[in-house]
């Protein structure tokens, strides 16, 4: 029925907006037709043609209201005054090209700032799952003292899969850092990085492949019986060149025959922000990708890996899930006392997994965010100012077209449209602008084994957003400019045009000088902001980083992983010791070492929960947790970690030896505060696990690439100790690192020819995107930012300044005439302006210390207030007061007072 | 002065589309039917029924069609559409009750 009624009333509407012409002229005909009928009639009964014509018009009851009547139900009034005003709009900014230029440009700035942080926002937190009904889908997880996003382990995920009553589904996953792969046997083996997947996670996620099918429940069923995988669209292009006669095939992943069943679509690149998984595996063939030989992760209630995802039913609400989960969370913990104490569970949403508290990535969106809208804020300022003194100037235009009968709304409605023309075009020019940025975004690599991709980009939902904050704009500087000019008084505005009136100028002139105060205090706060940020930055940076400075230079970084040519754990230790001991034999190198997880890499360390000896545990704990690594006797040495006390580890610190540790600074300071740590000991685990003793304290240094890894504790043991497979090899030299890859590789095929060298790189790489480029796109973001808003209210200030003087032009003439001297009118009109400067600078002074005191509690303490930006930036803006009150004021004091009376 | 027979609210509606359910009409040609059927009870302002038919276009009641008179001149013709059958339909079931329940009422004998 609906839409029965707009199939007649579409082609009627479009034919009034777009063959306006045609429409008017058959209401005439129609009308006159009808006219002609009744004049017939009127003469046929005797009247003369001329009063029969009358009779006509007063039946009809005024032949135009009569038309305006019949064009209102075409409802479409609206639509075409709002076209009548664009066109205006246009010729009257025509009339005045380089004011609206630089509202444009002004604006344009403004949104483009925007649009970048603003992608970075929609990538980090708002752009849905690529599911289906992605609203549906909640993540379920594990809540413990030191985390409320935890992991759960499989026999957990067992559980809520089959005791939940709120989801049409519960899916599980895990990521694969690293597996072998090769297309075909005997092929060297590749690494890519996956996603260990339960049955039905395609089908609850609702992810239809392109190619074959998706898994079956039963192939999750029996651990290690169903080799099957599901490759990644992009995967499949690169690797298989995207052959649709995969499906099918045999691969080989991690030494096994894997089966190909099915693509993912295109339009699944996974669950995640940045990393794009290659292959999907069922979670059956967990045992295949094990890490930790000692650990079965179907039965041990401690592995907590898994990602644990669910699709509300329709109809299930997020609170009865969320009571439901608590209940099951408290019968885990009865059932395994020992495994699941103090634990709880809870379901959370896209957008509470994207906004979690120790992520700094989203803060930083916010923050660039927040500051790229004060940009914005003080170019809608600008363009403000800049309206309201054009708005001035048309007071006689608008007397006369309210004195012709406008309405004042419809006069509004005008004014409006002018700036919302002005700023749509700035915001087309800024979507440009901001794609500029959002590119520049992309230009810096990852150094990853897996390839991870930038995911800031334009799309609709920046592209829409970035068109309303225009709209805003346009309301935000149109609005002041347009209540204000309506609101004149007609015989003066149709006298006098342009001229402050004394006695009223008082309330005039308040609007325009609560504009020079908006602009010099917004721009310092933001400037106060952007100053902090980049201290902040560059601070971070440095901080922690010394200890790489000769590592960068010289060290070559090899990942190894034995598993992958079917290495045991014995096989596995004997490799590296003899891959270490061949190349220290080499008269090239410096020093070798292991390590699991080089500092200022972008993989998690692992964490080991321990009890430290004579420490007060709180009542409710059972053991604490610390980022760890594992390595060799080399490490401390090579990388360049300094031993502060103690001693580094020894060959001699075997499996058989004694258990031992290395602690950090930070470490040795918190729990045994005062002390030396050396020779205090804790015990793995919990309070009656392994002993280990500590031998060292080692100088604490950044251990991500997070700009803010700094002063954590962290915990190293020897790889001795706790064998693991998967190991970074340190090659230190006097040259260039580069140059010790074929003799690495050479020491490797001497021992085995088929090892793969997974990733080579130096560790300048790694240092670079770490330590040098990822901080630093952040730094140029925040420099961007305060320079153009810098700019802007710079320009701005000057804009308002100088056009305030010369309104005053007249008013100076005759201070001349009638005596006064130059000098004395110079001092008046600059401290006018050195007053509002001084206002706006005291209100960005309190503004400023505010946004420091928020920001130095969200991110870093970068310490206090910056003067040096008060010092510099508060004199140069009076610098530009007074130059914007000399040089009108000085011209007005030159003219001759009969001209300057005349000024209008 | 009021007019004769002040229409009902929204009985102009029903007329025209009675009117036209019965054949194709233009404008002048409804005002001379309406005044010729109601024997000139029913006066609607030649004013107000050109506004009138223009809303019942844009609710897709009825279409126009410019065709040649009798007397060849060029007219726009009315015509119902399928929309506006269904519409007319429910507007006389409607005015059939409404004004069956006003009869009843008018004749209450008075007790």
Not at chain 1, 211 to 230: I, Y
């Amino acid at each position: 029925m609906k839409m029965e009624h707009w199939w007649f009333q579409a082609p009627l509407k479009l034919k009034a907006i777009f063959r306006r012409g045609r429409a008017e002229q058959e209401l005439d005909e129609e009308l006159q037709f009808h006219l002609d009928r009744k004049i017939e009639e009127g003469v046929a009964e005797g009247l003369s043609p001329e009063t029969a014509r009358l009779r006509a018009l007063r039946a009809m009851g005024g032949l135009d209201q009569r038309k305006e009547q019949i064009r209102d139900t075409r409802g479409i009034h609206w639509l075409t005054d709002f076209l009548d005003d664009v066109r205006y709009a246009f010729r009257s900014l025509r009339r005045a090209p380089g004011l609206s230029a630089f509202v444009v440009v002004t604006i344009a700035l403004g949104i483009g700032m925007t649009a970048t942080p603003l992608s970075m926002l929609d990538a980090l937190v708002f752009r849905p799952y690529p599911v289906s009904r992605p609203g549906d889908v909640v993540t379920l997880v594990g809540t413990s003292r030191d985390n409320a996003y935890d992991a759960f382990s499989y026999r957990e995920y067992l559980d809520l899969r089959d005791h939940t009553r709120s989801y049409d589904g519960v899916v599980a996953s895990t990521t694969l850092l690293s597996v072998g792969f090769s297309s075909r046997a005997g092929e060297t083996p590749q690494v890519r990085g996956g996603q260990l997947v339960s049955g039905n996670y395609f089908r609850v996620l609702g992810v239809e492949p392109t190619l074959g099918r998706g898994f079956r429940d039963d192939e999750d069923a029996v651990p290690g019986r169903d080799a099957v995988v599901v490759l990644a669209p992009d995967f499949w292009k690169r690797e298989f060149a995207a052959d649709p006669a995969v499906v099918g095939r045999t691969v080989r992943i991690n030494g096994v025959d894997f089966t190909v069943i099915g693509v993912a679509p295109e339009t699944f690149p996974g669950m995640f922000i940045f990393m794009r998984p290659d292959l999907y595996v069922p979670l059956a063939m967990a045992g295949r990708f094990s890490t930790n030989p000692q650990k079965n992760f179907f039965v041990d209630p401690d592995d907590r890996e898994l990602t644990v995802r669910a699709r509300l039913k329709s109809g299930a609400t997020l609170h009865e899930a969320r009571t439901e989960i608590a209940v099951l969370a408290r019968s885990l913990e009865r059932e395994y006392p020992k495994s699941n104490r103090d634990r709880g569970a809870a379901v959370r949403t896209q957008f509470e997994m994207r906004t979690q508290d120790t992520d700094v990535n989203w803060k930083f969106g916010v923050i660039f965010t927040v500051l790229a809208l004060a940009v914005l804020l003080v170019a809608c300022t600008n363009a403000a100012g800049l309206l309201l003194s054009r708005a001035r100037t048309r007071t006689r235009e608008i007397a006369v077209r309210l004195a012709i009968g406008a309405g004042r709304f419809r006069l509004i409605r005008l004014l409006l449209t002018e700036s919302l023309v002005l700023a749509l075009l700035g915001g087309v020019a800024g979507i440009a602008v901001g794609y500029a940025g959002i590119s520049a975004l992309d230009t810096f690599t990852i150094p990853a084994e897996v390839p991870l991709k930038v995911p800031f980009r334009m799309d609709l939902r920046v592209l829409i957003a970035s068109l309303a904050l225009a709209v805003l704009s346009a309301i935000f500087c149109g609005l002041a400019p347009a209540l204000q000019s309506t609101r004149t008084d007609l015989l003066r505005g149709l006298k006098a045009a342009d001229v402050d009136e004394p006695g009223r100028r008082r309330k005039r002139l308040w609007g325009r000088n609560a504009l020079v105060v908006a602009q010099v205090a917004m721009s310092l706060m933001l400037l106060a902001a952007s100053f902090l940020m980049f201290r902040g930055f560059r601070h971070s940076i440095g901080e922690g980083v010394d200890f790489a400075l000769e590592a960068k230079d010289h060290v070559l970084m090899v990942r190894f992983d034995p598993r992958l040519v079917q290495y045991d754990a014995a096989r596995t230790e004997q490799f590296y010791k003899r891959l270490a001991e061949r190349l220290r034999d080499s008269p090239d190198v410096l020093g070798t070492g292991y390590t699991q997880n080089p500092p200022l890499g972008l993989d998690d360390f692992d964490r080991v929960a321990f009890v430290p000896e004579g420490f007060q545990m709180p009542r409710d704990r059972e053991s604490l947790a610390s980022m760890m690594d594992t390595v060799d006797d080399g490490f401390f040495e090579t990388m360049g970690v300094a031993i502060l006390r103690g001693r580094g580890f020894r060959a001699s610190d075997d499996a058989h030896a004694p258990r031992v540790a290395v602690v950090n600074e930070v470490f040795a300071k918190h729990y045994w505060p005062n002390q030396d740590a050396v020779g205090k000991r804790f015990r793995l685990d919990r309070s009656d696990g392994a002993p280990v003793e500590i031998v060292g304290v080692a100088k604490s240094i950044k251990y991500r690439d997070s700009p803010f890894g700094a002063g954590i504790d962290f915990v190293y043991l020897p790889v001795t100790q706790h064998p693991a497979a998967r190991l970074v090899l340190l090659t230190k030299s006097a040259g260039d690192p580069l140059q010790m890859v074929e003799p690495v590789k050479e020491a490797v095929r001497a021992l085995d020819p088929n090892m793969p060298l997974l990733e080579t790189r130096t560790y300048a790489d790694l240092y670079r995107y770490s330590v040098v480029e990822g901080p630093g796109i952040a730094v140029k973001l925040v420099g961007t930012l305060g320079a153009v808003g810098l700019l802007l209210a710079i320009a701005g200030l000057y804009g308002l300044v100088a056009y305030n003087v010369t309104r005053r032009t007249r008013e100076i003439g005759i201070r001349i005439a009638i005596g006064a001297k130059p000098a004395d009118v110079l001092k008046l009109v600059m401290s006018k302006g050195l007053k509002l400067v001084g206002i706006g600078a005291a209100i960005g002074l309190v503004m400023g210390v505010a946004i420091e005191r928020v920001m130095n509690a969200m991110l870093f303490n970068a310490g206090g207030i910056d003067l040096l930006v008060y010092l510099v930036v508060v004199p140069a803006m009076i610098a530009v007061t007074m130059l914007a009150a000399y040089a009108p004021a000085r011209r007005a004091t030159h003219i001759a007072p009969t001209l300057a009376l005349r000024c209008e | 002065m009021s007019k004769p027979a002040d229409l009902v609210q929204g009985t102009l509606d029903l007329l025209l589309l009675k009117l036209l359910a019965l054949e194709p009409l233009h404008g002048w040609a409804i005002s001379l039917r309406l005044r010729s059927v109601s024997n000139d009870v029913l006066q609607v302002s030649e004013g107000s029924l050109y506004p009138a038919l223009h809303k019942l276009e844009q609710e897709g009641w009825i279409r126009a069609e410019w065709k040649t008179t009798e007397n060849n001149r060029r007219a726009k013709f009315y015509s119902l559409t399928r929309l506006g059958r269904k519409q007319l339909d429910l507007e006389a079931s409607n005015w059939q009750r409404l004004s069956n329940a006003i009869s009843q009422v008018v004749q209450l004998s008075e007790a």
